[in-house]
């Protein structure tokens, strides 16, 4: 199955960065969870703050050859009905190097999130949504 199939609002990423990204290099900057109060029967939220960049290749074939920002943008996931979840290595970098979403055969989504650098883990839920996309000014370094 097609990953922006089990992704509500997948959209909102397609078209800021036109396409669905493999989020290599991207950075987690925020993760939460919680849980609704006993009055209140919703199931437990996960929430993820993901800082994703665009590159362009800039001198392809010569001695100038760099990578160049062209988008930068905050991908800020919820997922919802969470049924497991595993995290570790929250740092002050958390690179990644893939968000990958799986159906499984009983209606839920396993996401994995591999490390480069700090934050990784493994989240089973029935939800995965994509609560919004903002596009940030691009910072040449």
Partial sequence: METT???????????????????????????SASR??????????ANLCVHVRQYAEVGVGT????????K??????????????????????NVIDSIQFTPTGDGEIIVLIEPIWGFGGKIRCSSASIESVQELPVVCA
């Fill in 72 to 93: 930068s943008v905050l991908v800020n996931f919820s997922f919802g009905g969470l049924s497991d979840i595993s995290i570790s290595e929250f740092n002050h970098q």
């Fill in 5 to 31: 199939k089990l992704i509500h609002g997948s959209e909102k990423v397609v078209e800021a960065l036109g396409g669905w990204p493999g989020f290599h290099d991207a950075e987690v900057l925020s993760f």
């Fill in 36 to 45: 609704a109060l006993p009055i209140n029967a919703n199931s437990p939220v």
């Fill in 63 to 70: 001695a100038d050859y760099e990578l160049a920002v062209t």
